[in-house]
Nanobody, 125 residues
Framework: QVQLVESGGGLVQAGDSLRLSCAFS????????MGWFRQAPGKEREFVAA????????DYEDSLKGRFTFSRDNAKNTVYLQMDSLKPEDTAVYYCAARSAGLKPLKIVRSYDYWGQGTQVTVSS
């Protein structure tokens, strides 16, 4: 069974940076598509970034391009989300997600089979 554990969240000021980590275990990491989503209070979970298991370009939510950077380290079974120039509207619980190889759309919550417990990011103004 796949397990995902996020870390790296916290309370920061507007303009600061954070790097979130997601440790993957239980299966062969390199065969899984990985993604990041977030959920603000009272809102639906929304797509942030993802990359297919086979590689290729990372897909980002358009409004986050240029500030957020997705990366994965297959040697460490870990994916990262580097968040720069943070804004108060980035405040949310950030979730790591995984699914096995396939062609389901990257940006849809139901495309993913496994989820971490989430890590809180709070950006003060």
């Amino acid at each position: 069974q796949v397990q995902l554990v996020e870390s790296g969240g916290g309370l920061v000021q507007a303009g600061d940076s954070l790097r979130l980590s997601c440790a993957f275990s239980g299966r062969t990491f390199s065969m899984y598509t990985m993604g990041w989503f977030r959920q603000a209070p009272g809102k639906e979970r929304e797509f942030v970034a993802a990359r297919r298991w086979s590689g290729g370009a990372t897909d980002y939510e358009d409004s986050l391009k240029g500030r957020f950077t997705f990366s994965r380290d297959n040697a460490k079974n870990t994916v990262y989300l580097q968040m720069d120039s943070l804004k108060p509207e980035d405040t949310a619980v950030y979730y790591c997600a995984a699914r096995s190889a396939g062609l389901k759309p990257l940006k849809i919550v139901r495309s993913y089979d496994y989820w971490g417990q989430g890590t809180q990011v709070t950006v003060s103004s």
